[in-house]
Every structure is written in C-alpha cells, then in structure tokens.
C-alpha cells in the first residue's frame, strides 16, 4: 500500500476551462474527505464520502465544483468554468472510520493554477 | 462554528533550542485534537493527536496536552532538530454527544517553523 495518491500532482489550466483530479485512497478506508488550501493557510474542508455516498458539502463548494467516488474506490474532484481564485492546492484524505481513533492519511496534493 | 488558533509564525530557532507553538480552538461538542505537520514538497502527515480532555500526545520527542479548561493544545519538543523545520498546523475533529463525528477536520492556519545549526 503506498498511501493516498493523487493525480496530477500540477495542473495548469485557463480561466474557463473544466479540470479533473483524481483521488485514489488507502484501498481499506472508507471514508475519503477533499480540502483545499491557500497559501499561507490551512486546509479547508470541502467534501467527503462514506464509500460511494457523499454525506457533506462545505459551503465552499460551490455549484461549479462536483466530486464523485463510484463504487467506493478512487475520487475525482472536478472544477468547471476555472476562475483565477479557484488557484489552491487540493488534498485528498482517507480514513477507515471517522479518522479520530487512527487519524486521516493525506495525499501530496494537487496544485492548482488558473491563469 | 468550529475554529483553531495557532500562533503567528513564522518561528525560527537554532538547533537545541526549545519550541512551543501554541494553539486554541473553539468547539460545540468534545474534539479530538491533531497536531499535523508538512514537510517541504509533501503531504501532511500526523503527528500526535488526543482525544479527550487531560490525554498528552506525543511522537518523535513532540508533546502536547489537551486542556480543556484553557481550550488549549499547545506542542512543545525539548530541543529541536534542523530536520524538524517544516510548517506544524493544529486541528480538531468535532465528536458529538453520543459519539458521533463527522470526521472532517478544522485547521489552523500552520505555524512555519526554521531551525538553524
């Protein structure tokens, strides 16, 4: 197992393009949360699944934002009609449970730049 | 709504030295408390983490006590290492009465820690 691994590690888009990144988790967690972080701060929820049902969306997510996890494996966040302020890393989590007992497993991130 | 507080950064100190980085937070039900840390070029990875009040974490020479009293999990390490350069964000994972949590995390805003030989 090599931990959570997230796909691309850049991306590179315009203003109003759509982009997809993908997110495969720890193959025994069932639980799988999306962040985003600025720099200079810390990660902001946006997201999660329990398997394959997405139980929560933080305000943040924003109607052009969707993430899905079909049949409970891997995840895909995607962002359509990209604007400058959509520019972040995005992190990938998983976690067997609700990570309090064993804690949440991190990807290295997708970064995010809208020029 | 949940919050995290860490202390302004970013904190430089020479190699033996003592660090605390002091952190609070603000919770409706009884958090857990993580202490994560991000090293250049990667992931977070945990560090220590409690789960009830009085409960000390500790990891790699790395403390810290959930005060409930004081909101506080402040992380504290007796002498510091240049490898331990990296930015320490604090968190918590809200758990209701009756045992339910949601899962997701709050962070603080990370702390930037430089230690020079």
């Known amino acids: 197992d090599t931990g959570v691994s997230q796909n691309p590690r850049h991306k590179i888009t315009k203003r109003g393009q759509n982009v997809t990144f993908r997110c495969d988790p720890i193959?025994?967690?069932?639980?799988l949360y999306w962040y985003r972080q600025t720099l200079g701060q810390g990660p902001e929820f946006l997201t999660y699944?329990?398997?394959?049902?997405?139980?929560?969306k933080s305000r943040l997510l924003s109607d052009r934002f969707s993430a899905e996890r079909p049949k409970g494996s891997f995840s895909t966040l995607e962002i359509q009609r990209t604007e400058q302020g959509d520019s972040a890393m995005y992190l990938c989590?998983?976690?067997?449970?609700?990570?309090?007992?064993?804690?949440?497993?991190f990807g290295s991130g997708t970064r995010l730049t809208v020029v | 709504g949940d919050s995290v507080t860490q202390m302004e950064g970013p904190v430089t100190l020479s190699e033996e030295a003592f660090l605390t980085i002091n952190c609070t937070y603000t919770?409706?039900?009884?958090?857990?408390l993580f202490w994560y840390v991000q090293y250049p070029g990667e992931g977070l990875q945990l560090l220590l983490k409690?789960?009830?009040?009085?409960d000390k974490g500790s990891n790699k020479g790395f403390e810290a006590t959930y005060r409930k009293e004081t909101t506080s999990f402040h992380l504290e390490k007796g002498s510091v290492q240049v490898s331990d350069s990296a930015v320490y964000f604090c968190?918590?994972?809200?758990?209701?009465?009756?045992?339910?949590?949601?899962?997701?995390?709050?962070f603080g805003q990370g702390t930037i820690l430089t230690v020079h030989p």
């Open positions: 193959s025994e967690h069932n639980r």
């Open positions: 919770a409706t039900g009884y958090p857990s």
């Open positions: 989590a998983s976690s067997q449970g609700t990570g309090t007992l064993y804690g949440y497993t």
């Open positions: 699944f329990q398997n394959e049902a997405q139980l929560e």
């Open positions: 968190a918590l994972s809200e758990v209701y009465a009756g045992g339910t949590s949601y899962g997701k995390l709050t």
């Open positions: 409690a789960t009830k009040a009085d």
